[in-house]
C-alpha cells in the first residue's frame, strides 16, 4: 500500500520523516535501519539527532545500513558516502561503531564488494525501514533507469544527468566517480517499510512518474508501487505536478 503525506516545506517534511522513522526505532530499538544519502535527508538526520539529546531516542542497540556508495574513494574522501553519514548523522548519536555499513567504495574487485554487501544486508535480515531520496531521473539509491530492474547489490555505470546533479559537490564535474555501487531495487523490496522523502519542484516529474505512472524499470522508483508498506513525505512543489 502506498500512502501519500503532503506537507508544506523541506522542514515539515523533515519533521515528518524523522517522527516516522523514530516510531519504527523504538518499536524495534535492536532492529535495522536503512539510510540514504543526498540533500533530503540531511533535515531528517538533523530532527533525529534532536531527538537522540533530548533523550526521546536511542540508538545504542540499532544497526544501520546504507544504499549506496561511490566506486573508487575511500572513507575519508569528504565526498564519500561514508563520510557524509558520518558527518551528518553517526558522529552525533550513540550508534556503536560497529553496527553502521555501507558498500565499501576502495574495494578492488566490484563484483566481489557486491556480493560481500547483499549477503551483509541479508543476513541482517533486511531493513525495517529503509529510508529513500529520489533521483531527478526517478533513480533510488543508483539504480538508474534501464530496460530490467536489478535485483541485488550491483555496480552501476552513473547517467550523466546524476553525475550533473551531483557534481555541486565536487570541485569539477570530471572528479564526480563515475561508478557507484547500490542495493538492487530487490534489496530495497526487502525491506519491511519504505520511506520516500522528496522536496521541490526538481523532484516534481520524478514524484509524478513513480507513484502516479506506470511500473517500469525507466522509472526505477515506480517498483515501489508493488510494496506492501511504502510512506511518501513529499512537500507541495515535489507533488506540485501530481493530482
Ligand atoms: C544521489 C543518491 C540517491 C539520492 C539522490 C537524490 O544520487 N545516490 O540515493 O536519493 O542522489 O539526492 P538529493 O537528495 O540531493 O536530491
Redesign the pocket.
Known amino acids: 500500500m502506498l500512502k501519500i503525506i503532503k506537507v508544506k516545506n523541506y522542514e515539515e517534511m523533515s519533521k515528518e520523516a524523522a517522527k516516522i522513522i523514530a516510531e519504527t526505532v523504538k518499536a524495534r530499538p535492536n532492529g535495522v535501519l536503512g539510510l540514504?544519502?543526498?540533500?533530503?535527508?540531511i533535515g531528517t538526520y538533523r530532527k533525529l539527532i534532536d531527538m537522540y539529546e533530548s533523550g526521546e531516542l536511542d540508538f545504542s542497540e540499532l544497526t544501520t545500513v546504507n544504499?549506496?556508495e561511490y566506486r573508487g574513494l575511500t572513507g575519508e574522501n569528504d565526498q564519500s558516502y561514508y563520510y557524509f553519514m558520518h558527518k551528518n548523522l553517526f558522529d552525533h548519536v550513540n550508534l556503536r561503531k560497529d553496527a553502521s555499513f555501507l558498500p565499501d567504495g576502495s574495494k578492488a574487485n566490484a563484483q566481489e564488494e557486491c556480493k560481500r554487501y547483499e549477503e551483509l544486508v541479508k543476513n541482517l535480515g533486511y531493513a525495517d525501514l529503509q529510508l529513500?531520496?529520489?533521483?531527478r531521473n526517478g533513480?533510488?539509491?543508483?539504480n538508474e533507469p534501464s530496460d530490467v530492474f536489478e535485483v541485488t547489490t550491483h555496480c552501476v555505470k552513473l547517467t550523466d544527468s546524476?553525475i550533473d546533479?551531483?557534481k555541486r559537490f565536487f570541485e569539477s564535474e570530471s572528479d564526480v566517480p563515475r561508478e557507484a555501487y547500490t542495493m538492487g531495487i530487490g534489496t530495497i523490496m526487502h525491506a519491511r517499510k519504505i520511506l520516500v522523502i522528496a522536496s521541490g519542484v526538481d523532484k516534481a516529474l520524478a514524484v509524478r512518474d513513480s507513484f502516479f505512472g506506470p511500473v517500469t524499470p525507466k522509472v526505477p522508483a515506480s517498483i515501489l508501487q508493488f510494496h506492501q508498506d511504502v510512506v511518501v513525505v513529499a512537500d507541495e512543489a515535489a507533488l506540485s505536478l501530481s493530482n
Open positions: 540514504a544519502t543526498g540533500s533530503t535527508p544504499l549506496d529513500l531520496g529520489i533521483g533513480h533510488i539509491g543508483f546524476t546533479a551531483n
